[in-house]
């Protein structure tokens, strides 16, 4: 994989702009003025990003949410290190929703993946629609994905909120969007694996399936 320009504008704004931003804040309006200055960068970014593609986007709506977050616990007289938290308890939010969607006849994923195939193909949706109700197999992967993904966005959540509160805070922005993007990384590649491995078992059970006698 080659470094892209886009990819490192990407990794500029997400990372050092946010610690840049706190540098310069923090001494003029303390630490909650210099975290509020350090979402400003990604939060300008992901509005850019909204407006190129018409849609919102996972990254948005996290970063979003994260700031709704940090105006909330400024309110209610939230302190620094509670802000750091912000983007961290809305994946950790997603990730419970995930783990308690298992019991349910169509987990949480399953939603997500039919508006992403629905986009793609006209009648996407229906046809996964289908395949959960009628491959016993489908709806076992789709709730193992769901199980993958809730047990790393809480798992990532807990992680960020232990280096939060024993961490100083510089060292905290400079590690932990780290931290984010590594958890969320190995989650797609093991994503993408477990979307191959089912493809090819689908494939090999056709082809044995197709064989006479």
């Known amino acids: 994989m080659k470094l892209r320009p886009a990819f490192l504008l990407e990794l500029v704004v997400n990372f050092l702009l946010p610690w840049l931003a706190y540098r310069f804040a923090a001494p003029h309006w303390g630490e909650t003025g210099g975290l509020i200055a350090s979402?400003?960068?990604?939060?300008?970014?992901?509005?850019?990003?909204?407006?190129?593609f018409r849609r919102v986007d996972a990254l948005s709506v996290i970063v979003l949410a994260g700031i709704?977050?940090?105006?909330?616990?400024?309110?209610?007289?939230?302190?620094?290190?509670?802000?750091?938290l912000r983007e961290s308890l809305v994946s950790g939010a997603i990730g419970v929703a995930f783990l308690l969607s298992?019991?349910?006849?169509?987990?949480?994923?399953?939603?997500l993946a039919r508006a992403t195939v629905a986009r793609e193909q006209a009648?996407?949706?229906?046809?996964?629609?289908?395949?959960?109700?009628?491959?016993?197999?489908?709806a076992t992967?789709?709730?193992?994905?769901?199980?993958?993904?809730?047990?790393?966005?809480?798992?990532?959540?807990l992680l960020r909120s232990w280096m939060a509160w024993t961490w100083p805070i510089e060292r905290f922005l400079?590690?932990?969007?780290?931290i984010g993007y590594g958890i969320y990384g190995a989650l797609m590649v093991w994503t993408l694996w477990y979307r191959k491995t089912l493809r090819e078992r689908a494939v090999a059970t056709a082809q044995a399936n197709s064989m006479p006698g």
């Open 174 to 178: 400079v590690i932990s969007p780290f």
């Open 102 to 111: 298992l019991p349910l006849r169509r987990p949480l994923i399953f939603y």
């Open 39 to 52: 979402a400003v960068p990604p939060v300008i970014w992901s509005l850019v990003e909204l407006a190129r």
């Open 123 to 138: 009648d996407g949706a229906a046809r996964l629609t289908a395949l959960i109700d009628e491959r016993p197999s489908f």
């Open 141 to 157: 992967a789709m709730r193992m994905m769901t199980a993958v993904w809730g047990v790393g966005l809480t798992g990532e959540t």
């Open 68 to 84: 709704v977050l940090s105006i909330c616990a400024m309110a209610l007289g939230g302190s620094p290190r509670m802000l750091l």
